[in-house]
């Protein structure tokens, strides 16, 4: 088992950035592809970033691809995500996610974090 809390959300202005952190304990993160998902107020949670196992691969929804850079220190168990030029759109809850696969379906990640909220004022 892998227990996830995420950090790092809070109020920014449109185009500004937020770096969300997600510290893992139990057993080990590098067993795990990491990911980021969102969900906004009456949406259903939404893939937004994954990386493998390695930190080699990594993918992106297209609505944050060359906005949001995915990221991973297996030396200390953290998963991150640096969001730039943030709009409106993007605000929701935002959850890490360990799973088994690489895959942009929620249903492949057992453990999640708590979520962190992410606001976007225009």
């Known amino acids: 088992q892998v227990q996830l809390v995420e950090s790092g959300g809070g109020l920014v202005q449109a185009g500004g950035s937020l770096r969300l952190s997600c510290a893992a304990s139990?057993?080990?993160?590098?067993?795990?592809?990491g990911a980021w998902f969102r969900q906004a107020p009456g949406k259903e949670r939404e893939f937004v970033a994954i990386i493998s196992r390695s930190g080699k691969v990594l993918d992106y929804a297209e609505s944050v691809k060359g906005r949001f850079t995915i990221s991973r220190d297996n030396a200390n168990n953290t998963l991150d995500l640096q969001m730039n030029s943030l709009k409106p759109e993007d605000t929701a809850v935002y959850f890490c996610g360990a799973g088994r696969a690489m895959s942009r379906s929620q249903k492949s990640y057992n453990h999640w974090g708590q979520g962190t909220q992410v606001t976007v004022s225009s």
């Open positions: 139990g057993r080990s993160f590098s067993d795990y592809p």
